[in-house]
């Protein structure tokens, strides 16, 4: 595409969706997560089959994968008639809430947390905080940020860093291999941030299609980001530019992303319920200046 030229609405979501095709299961979930569970909960699977299609997961794709989700406990289905309806489980649905709460919410202020772990059984411990995003310092002591209750059988001290504020991300960069998780943030900017100039005359399915696949984007970057103290991250973050995007995007994308979902979406008793509490919270949320603030602000106004 030429410097400068819009891209055509007609392929803007096509073209997104090709630059980093999904699996089938993971945006299944976003789709309850994000569309669903704000309007009731269950969903007609023909409705999942049309929406995953304007994506490019096909048809047998999704049906494996639902099966996969149903065996996994993650899904559960009832059958009325000749149509299979399904809903999140309450595990997933707990899940979810969880991953809610950092996709659509401001960023958490955490301190760090240095654990101690007695000599038996450290090693496996250790690697079980490291799944977790924890840095090994030697061999019975780690590092991450403050999150959580603190395991049992554990020593920990939480605080914030002494001394030299300026040496952080180089302390950082030293224990965490952040590269993996700037190019995700990278790639949600370089890959949406066309949506901004062609939001206006998209579709409601292509808008629907574009905050779903922007949703389940960001989820993914969040969910497998340590998300260190600001302070120990390079100036030039991308996280904070892929924030900024994701805010003002899905705000742009949901009135007409809504719009498809109210006429479109089928439950056992027929249309989705109207967006409840929950859609309205997250806007709400993401209008708000601390969901957005951050040491550095890539994106600038509106074009």
Same mark, same amino acid.
């Given at each position: !595409? =030429?410097?400068?030229?819009?891209? %055509?609405?007609?392929?803007? #979501?096509? &073209? ?14 976003? #789709? ?26 096909? $048809? ?5 994968? @639902? ?8 899904? $559960?289905? @009832? ?30 202020? @955490? ?5 101690? +772990?007695?000599?038996?059984?450290? $090693? ?14 030697? =061999?019975? !002591? ?37 590269? =993996? ?28 299609? +574009? ?10 970057? #969040? ?20 924030? &900024? ?36 919270? %997250?806007?709400?949320?993401?209008? %708000? =200046?601390?969901?957005?603030?951050? $040491? ?8």
């Amino acid at each position: !595409m =030429p410097k400068g030229q819009a891209p %055509r609405n007609g392929t803007l #979501l096509s &073209d997104i969706a090709a630059s980093q095709p999904v699996r089938a299961a993971g945006f299944i979930v976003t #789709l309850y997560g994000d569309a669903v569970v704000p309007r009731g909960g269950d969903v007609w699977i023909g409705t999942i089959i049309e929406v995953c299609a304007g994506v490019g997961i096909s $048809e047998t794709l999704v049906r494996t994968a @639902v099966s996969r989700l149903v065996s996994d406990g993650q899904l $559960e289905g @009832v059958r009325l008639g000749r149509r299979s309806y399904y809903r999140l489980t309450e595990g997933a649905r707990d899940e979810f809430a969880d991953a809610a709460r950092l996709i659509y919410g401001p960023p958490d202020p @955490v301190d760090w947390r240095f654990v101690f +772990l007695p000599e038996q059984g450290a $090693e496996a411990r250790i690697q079980q905080l490291e799944r977790q995003g924890y840095a090994r310092l030697r =061999p019975q !002591m780690a590092v991450g940020p403050a999150r959580g209750v603190v395991p049992d059988g554990v020593f920990a001290f939480d605080g914030p860093a002494r001394g030299e504020q300026a040496l952080l991300p180089e302390f950082a960069a030293h224990l965490w291999d952040l590269a =993996p998780h700037a190019r995700a943030y990278g790639n949600i900017v370089s890959r949406f941030t066309p949506v901004l100039t062609a939001a206006e005359g998209l579709t409601d399915a292509e808008a629907l299609g +574009l905050r779903l696949l922007l949703v389940h984007a960001w989820r993914l970057a #969040l969910l497998r980001d340590p998300r260190l103290p600001v302070a120990a991250l390079p100036a030039d973050w991308p996280g904070h530019a892929a924030r &900024d995007l994701f805010a003002r995007l899905y705000l742009r994308l949901s009135s007409a992303a809504e719009s498809q979902i109210s006429a479109r979406f089928q439950g056992a008793n027929g249309p989705l319920l109207a967006a409840d509490d929950v859609l309205r919270s %997250r806007l709400a949320g993401l209008q %708000r =200046p601390e969901f957005t603030k951050s $040491e550095q602000s890539v994106l600038q106004a509106d074009p």
